[in-house]
């Protein structure tokens, strides 16, 4: 290479070093700007042959050395030592700035310093003037370079430093300081001629290829060193780039794949090389190995994600501070709940959280920091101290904190956990109590005890299960007498007697075992065994238990009834896991980044698909839909999408045999780490069936209240042959008034009147009487409520008058519009009119039925019906509203429960009030606008949470 052609070299290395360096420092802001710091402290990587390093720098005919990021010399090799007439032993531990002759340099150095430390500059080079240990001054070129671990972090500085001497031309200068650069530098320096071979590479590009020089130079780049997958497009932008159709990229990163066949992942520099007439002749490129800093990326990521996930979901406290505990670096939420004051207080300033402490406790606390902050962490654990909350309460804690270590062994950080124990003192003082008084009940309890000792005896010999006390031979020493004749006759069983002469051949081992087992590790045995008891066995259960040193007890109860349990709980289990089958539950997830969709199994059977020939995807899903559903399912899929809200929907959905299916479905987002949405999951649910049963119950009920109606007009006969005879028998009367005086001359006009307006009451009549009459299915309207109630009261006026009962109607609000269906609410409300005169029917005059109409909270008119009768028993109170209970002799109970299922359909609520004297009240909340049925439900919801507060 000739001396041009390597100033050129040196010069393009270096200027390249310092751009890398740069936007690797603005992409390290980048990555570490995007999360909060919660770790103890930075985190360091040591090179793993900084030794074989310092052997080769030790080598070099040049003068290097290596500092620290305070400037403290810690390597020098022999050519720097002997430039300064010193040995190397004697320059480390040193300070480079001293070797300086000029104050004003040093101050110059020290700027210098920093901005490499901070890593905001990969390189420099400056001329200065060191000082000879004999005195005179020694010109020097220094030129300084970073030291990066594999997380980019600046771990050290290493310089190299030429004295500068008239005779010296500056070509020299570069030749030589781009050789020594080039072998020295820790990045990979790669040219590429127009050929795509490689024409030169450092060692450290060796490395970093896994390959000798001889092995890599001459290689074609893009066959031997690039993945396949990325390889032809690589090569592609190169030809362009000989062709000058396009220029370098700044800064990029891309795999490359080493001569062993491992992929890493390297930061690129390119640059393009030129010859003297300025035609392109290949391209110098700077590679940094970032594989590993990547991966400590990810998993200082996913750490900090953990530890945020742990401390703000776990009850005790985690806090990090500085060693001296000067300075307050985290603290989780939970302090907020024990000290009533703002984790951001306590960063700004530190010694609120000490102001906390209860007085008396605070010495004590301070002292204990003070050990800790001087080093000593014998006793991780602080006293026990009380906090006053800002609310005034006390909350005693349980704090504790460990050390954090650098790689030097210093203290950087100081973790701990802080434990709230306030309920735990409180039973600790409990218990105190407790136990104070136990001993006095002990003392009292002794003397009982040896007076119970002869009791206990006897309870020996009367417990239901068998006991044996046997030695370690197996021999019977004692046993109770209750249960023997079970297991052993009367003439087996004796003391003195070997227990293996009492059980079956086949269960002797197995006790056997069992109490050598026993003797050896005091721990009680289990044996479950099967007796063979009129044709059926019988289980028993023996317990082998330690007793005194040389002796066991042997427990066997029956247990024949918890094995028959466990079997028909075995069954139970069984049938259960058959009904989760059945529950017809599938699960799915959608892709929406590459729009593919998953369907369970139970998925394709609910849509009637097999997998085998259908692939899910969202717009095959959305064909599946009942095309009046489809709009809701979109509309609600598209505001998850935009709000990240979880849906909950039913809708109906058309198999391929032209079946009409009900489903419930249910979908929530998955973002990724970086808060992109990426899926969308949930389950669907065949409602079918449900939605079958509903529509029967709605059915059912409609034929009940069609039923009811009519026992109502049975009932109310009279009154209603009364209503149409008064009108029909008048208009004969005027007839015949008419007739006589249209004989006479006289005008009729006013008795044809009269007959008009009777014909139509009796239309009137009639024809609510045909809307009772008829088996309809619900329909909600708008009406007055006004009319209803009179309307009602119209059909019922024979009786009131018969029964002496004076109605009063009240509204003091002009809203008197509802929401319902009419026939049915008009059915609710003659319904309570008619409980109203059964009530009162037998009690003393004055008699009145009082119906109000006002205004109610959640878009409601309620209309209360209170009469002055004998009211609802107290213990009956609680049934009002039970299908078939009824009060009343020959009553059927279904009035107020059909009233109950009327009003609830249109989304109304009637309930039943106690008067404080006598009668009963009943008030009837209507909906004055539609609800749908998520409006309903609320409504349902509130009011029994209500009802529960009562």
């Known amino acids: 290479m000739t001396h041009s052609t390597m100033t050129e070299l040196q010069n393009e290395v270096t200027r390249l070093r310092r751009r890398i360096g740069e936007l690797e420092q603005q992409q390290q802001i980048r990555i570490d700007g995007a999360a909060e710091t919660l770790t103890a402290g930075p985190i360091s990587l040591q090179h793993k042959d900084i030794d074989q390093e310092r052997a080769r720098l030790t080598a070099l005919p040049c003068a290097v050395f290596e500092c620290d990021l305070s400037g403290r010399i810690l390597f020098a090799n022999p050519e720097f030592a002997s430039l300064h007439g010193m040995e190397p032993a004697e320059l480390v531990e040193t300070f480079y700035a001293e070797l300086i002759d000029a104050e004003e340099e040093r101050v110059v150095f020290y700027q210098l310093l920093g901005q490499l430390a901070s890593g ?57 300081l781009a050789g020594q650069y080039f072998k020295l530098v820790r990045e990979m320096i790669l040219v590429i001629d127009a050929e795509q071979n490689i024409s030169l590479i450092n060692p450290h590009g060796c490395r970093l290829l ?24 690589i ?20 795999d490359i794949q080493t001569a062993t066949g491992r992929i890493k992942r390297v930061a690129w520099h390119n640059s393009i090389l030129r010859d003297e007439s300025e035609q392109i002749i290949g391209t110098l490129s700077v590679g ?260 005194l040193n040389e002796e066991v007890l042997l427990i066997i109860e029956n247990i024949s009834e918890q094995k028959v349990a466990e079997i028909d709980l075995k069954q139970t289990h069984e049938r259960l896991s058959e009904a989760q089958r059945l529950a017809h539950i599938g699960s799915w997830e959608w892709n929406v980044l590459d729009d593919s969709l998953w369907w369970s199994d139970e998925v394709f059977r609910i849509f009637g698909l097999k997998s085998s020939s259908f692939r899910p995807t969202y717009p095959g899903f959305l064909e599946t839909i009942h095309p009046d559903d489809r709009a809701l399912v979109e509309r609600v899929v598209a505001q998850t999408l935009e709000h990240d809200l979880p849906y909950s929907i039913e809708h109906r959905i058309i198999r391929p045999n032209g079946e009409v299916c009900y489903v419930h479905e249910q979908g929530a987002l998955k973002r990724n780490s970086a808060g992109k949405i990426v899926s969308m999951h949930g389950t669907v649910q065949d409602i079918t069936d ?30 209603i042959s009364h209503e149409l005879n008064q009108p029909l028998t008048a208009i004969a009367n005027y007839s015949s008034a008419i007739k006589s005086r249209i004989e006479q001359g006289h005008d009729v006009s006013d008795l044809v009147q009269r007959i008009e307006m009777l014909s139509l009451r009796s239309g009137s009549i009639v024809r609510r009487l045909k809307s009772m009459a008829e088996k309809r299915e619900q329909e909600l309207i708008r009406f007055n409520i006004l009319d209803s109630i009179h309307s009602t009261l119209q059909l019922i006026e024979y009786e009131l008058h018969q029964k002496k009962i004076k109605v009063q109607v009240v509204s003091d609000s002009r809203m008197t519009i509802v929401h319902a269906d009419r026939v049915q609410i008009e059915q609710v409300l003659s319904n309570l009119f008619l409980n109203a005169m059964d009530a009162m029917a037998e009690t003393p005059l004055p008699r009145i039925l009082t119906i109000t109409v006002s205004p109610a909270a959640d878009s409601m008119i309620q209309v209360t019906v209170s009469d002055t009768g004998t009211g609802v028993p107290d213990h009956f109170v609680g049934q009002l509203f039970t299908p078939f209970a009824s009060n009343k002799q020959g009553g059927l109970g279904i009035g107020l429960s059909l009233s109950r299922s009327l009003v609830e359909a249109s989304g109304g609520k009637i309930s039943y009030r106690q008067k404080s004297v006598t009668g009963a009240t009943f008030d009837v909340l209507i909906p004055t606008h539609q609800m749908s049925d998520q409006t309903k439900q609320a409504f349902r919801g509130k009011i029994l949470s209500k009802e529960n507060g009562k």
């Open 288 to 547: 940094i190995d970032i594989t590993e800093r990547l991966e400590e990326q990810q998993a200082l990521r996913e750490s900090r994600q953990i530890f945020h996930q742990i401390s703000e979901n776990i009850k005790e406290m985690l806090w990090v501070s500085s060693a001296d505990f000067s300075k307050v670096y985290y603290l989780s939420p939970t302090y907020e709940d024990i000290w009533g004051r703002t984790c951001q207080s306590a960063y700004d300033d530190p010694s609120l959280w000490v102001e906390g402490i209860h007085p008396e406790d605070r010495e004590n606390v301070l002292a204990d920091l003070e050990r800790k902050a001087s080093g000593d962490y014998s006793h991780p654990e602080f006293p026990q101290f009380r906090v006053i909350h800002t609310d005034g309460s006390l909350r005693w804690v349980q704090a504790s904190s460990f050390p954090v270590y650098n790689e030097q062994n210093q203290v950087t950080r100081i973790t701990g956990v802080v434990e709230d124990i306030t309920q735990r003192k409180l039973a600790e003082k409990a218990i105190l109590e407790t136990n104070e008084a136990l001993e006095e009940r002990v003392r009292q309890r002794t003397a009982e005890l040896v007076h119970k000792s002869t009791q206990l005896k006897a309870l020996f010999q009367a417990l239901p299960d068998l006991v044996l006390v046997m030695n370690h031979g197996g021999d019977i020493v004692n046993f109770n007498s209750r249960r023997r004749k079970d297991l052993f006759s009367q003439s087996d069983l004796s003391s003195g007697r070997k227990i293996w002469d009492l059980l079956p051949e086949e269960m002797v081992d197995q006790f056997a075992e069992s109490v050598q087992q026993v003797y050896e590790t005091r721990q009680m045995r289990t044996i479950d065994f099967p007796l063979p008891s009129h044709r059926q066995n019988r289980w028993y259960r023996a317990r082998v238990l330690p007793y």
């Open 235 to 254: 090569r592609t932008l190169f030809d362009q780039l000989m062709q000058g159709e396009e220029k370098p990229v700044e800064f990029f990163e891309n």
């Open 210 to 233: 896994e390959a000798e020089e001889s092995e890599i130079v001459g290689k074609n780049w893009f066959d031997h060193f690039l993945p396949e997958s990325i390889g032809e497009e």
């Open 120 to 176: 905001s500059m990969a390189s420099h080079t400056h001329n200065t003037v060191h000082g000879h240990r004999d005195g005179h001054s020694i010109p020097v070129q220094v030129q300084w370079g970073v030291q990066r671990d594999a997380s980019g972090g600046v771990t050290g500085l290493l310089a190299v430093a030429t004295e500068r001497s008239p005779s010296e031309t500056e070509r020299d200068r570069a030749i030589d």
């Open 690 to 719: 449900r939605q079958e049963a509903a529509r029967k119950t709605r059915e059912y009920r409609d034929i009940l209240a069609h039923a009811s109606r009519l026992a109502v007009m049975g009932e109310l006969t009279a009154g």
